[in-house]
């Protein structure tokens, strides 16, 4: 593999982990909002 093509991958990843995070954080988001909602 050639330098450009693992960057490409390498930015993928990146963008991946972040839509995960993302999408990891706003279920956490809703837990807790649920959370308050049953106090």
């Known amino acids: ?3 450009e ?3 490409a991958t390498a930015n993928k990843l990146g963008e991946l ?3 995960l995070k993302q ?3 706003s279920k956490e988001k809703t837990k807790i909002t ?3 909602r049953k106090w």
């Open 1 to 3: 593999a050639s330098m």
């Open 34 to 36: 649920k959370k308050i």
């Open 5 to 7: 093509e693992i960057t």
């Open 23 to 25: 999408s990891l954080m």
């Open 17 to 19: 982990a972040e839509d």
